[in-house]
T-cell receptor, first 110, second 114 residues
Framework: LAKTTQPISMDSYEGQEVNITCSHN???????ITWYQQFPSQGPRFIIQ???TKVTNEVASLFIPADRKSSTLSLPRVSLSDTAVYYC???????????FGSGTKLNVKP | DSGVTQTPKHLITATGQRVTLRCSPR?????VYWYQQSLDQGLQFLIQ???????AKGNILERFSAQQFPDLHSELNLSSLELGDSALYFC?????????????FGPGTRLLVL
């Protein structure tokens, strides 16, 4: 089962780059890795998705090593508004289930 | 605004009661997902529907059931409610229901069981 493991929490300061790593040792060959952001009492919001190597969009980068057993979400120059919970999501084996895990609570300080 | 709507926003009820949560997916999306999020917990996948048919089932209790109607809206029914059922319930939708697709989440329904 492709369950994920992430740090429970991280602290950062405004303007710093933040890297959040997710382990998914049992990821299936055809699974993508997707990251979501969730603010308190709101539904999660898609940030970025990738399969291998590196993906970049206007808000984040996603680094995936060749073995795909982990992935790193990189948030450049965070601000206070980036304080949220970040989830990495992969498929669960051959079944169409969705395991979000507990996520990483990022706290950005001024 | 994700385009997914959920009603009601808040719901307070008593143990042993039954409630129905409603979700309308984004226009054009055929698949609906339900998640439960207890206080300070991660998202627990409950169930997925695609075009009216159940596609995947997660950690959904037997006291809970769901369905998706021909107009693609979905309802989650929670019965014999217990204190531990108090949580945020999110609905999400996607176009085809493939697990690689982006899911668009609604604002959630906050259920409080007293």
């Amino acid at each position: 089962l492709a369950k994920t493991t992430q740090p429970i929490s991280m602290d950062s300061y405004e303007g710093q780059e933040v890297n959040i790593t997710c382990s998914h040792n049992n990821i299936a060959t055809n699974d993508y890795i997707t990251w979501y952001q969730q603010f308190p009492s709101q539904g999660p919001r898609f940030i970025i998705q990738g399969y291998k190597t590196k993906v970049t969009n206007e808000v984040a980068s996603l680094f995936i090593p060749a073995d795909r057993k982990s992935s790193t979400l990189s948030l450049p120059r965070v601000s206070l508004s980036d304080t949220a919970v970040y989830y990495c999501l992969v498929g669960e084996g051959n079944f169409n289930k969705f395991y979000f895990g507990s996520g990483t609570k990022l706290n950005v300080k001024p | 605004d994700s385009g997914v709507t959920q009603t009601p926003k808040h719901l307070i009820t008593a143990t042993g009661q039954r409630v129905t949560l409603r979700c309308s997916p984004r226009s054009g999306d055929l698949s609906v997902y339900w998640y439960q999020q207890s206080l300070d917990q991660g998202l627990q996948f409950l169930i997925q529907y695609y075009n009216g048919e159940e596609r995947a089932k997660g950690n959904i209790l037997e006291r809970f059931s769901a369905q998706q109607f021909p107009d693609l809206h979905s309802e989650l029914n929670l019965s014999s409610l217990e204190l531990g059922d108090s949580a945020l319930y999110f609905c999400a939708s996607s176009v085809e229901g493939d697990r690689q697709e982006t899911q668009y989440f609604g604002p959630g329904t906050r259920l409080l069981v007293l």
